[in-house]
């Protein structure tokens, strides 16, 4: 990596602790990175990792560290359930290896690829793997697939485990070295369950790490008002109740009602704002509603326009 900038955050990580543990239970049965394990392993291994632990981003990248450190040629597949997660990792890990997307480390999603030559650790979509097995069903050159979140369980995730499987054990009865680590991960996964489906804690090891939790604190929209002490509803603007787009809102509410035999309604109507909404109360209203809150935001939450709130 050029310079590590995020050294010291990766290594505060609750999966650091365990780097050592996921390279032998990942690399234990290749003879290129030391292994000796060879038939008693399944070429599989369970990484059970709660929420907040690291292993989406950093498990690749202890592959990748490792084969630096001894020389040896990596290709790493890494899989993600969806488009969004695959771009934002692989995005995070290069940034975490002071590198540009699309040099060591590059995703490829349906549609858009960005990967080059030099690309060791590749994040995808569970159907550009199928796909790729699909043209390869050996993997060539392949050395480590990572399925990522793998209690998603789709018709696609199920797919690619059978596939999987079914490659490790025409791996396991060849008699040529095994070539081919896979790790499943996943923070909720039955893990006991996918080691026997691999084999049985025998040949299939399992690391297990906890996560790390964040303080989470529930703010309503006039807590966010009161945050910005100087805010004040703008007059002429879309989501204020007193504005041309809003009486414009009004009138065809209250005409579509009408036409449909109704009394008005909408923003204003004539049965007047519901109790159980602060929009549309008086500042009056709102005080005895939210009497911690200030006159300021008593007076916002009353030009509010729930009908426009989120243009």
Known sequence: PKGEPLRRQRESLPVFAHRAALLKALNGHLPEFGGTAGADSSGACVIEGETGSGKTTQVAQYLLEEAAKRQVGVSIVCTQPRRISAMSVAERVAQERGESIGDTVGYAIRGETKASGATKLLFCTTGILLRRLEQDPSLAGTTHVLVDEVHERTLESDFLLLALKKLLQKQAHSSAPPTLSVGLMSATMPGETM????????????????????PVATLYLEHALALVPAYRVDRSADWCRHSAQAQRRLKLSQASETAKGGGGGGSGGGAGPSPFLMFGATAAVNARRFPRCSPRVHGCLADLDEDAVNV
Do not use: I
């Not at 804690?201 to 906890?210: A, H, I, L």
């Open 195 to 214: 080691v026997h489906y691999l084999g049985g804690p025998e040949r299939c090891p399992r690391v297990s790490f906890p996560g790390r939790a964040f």
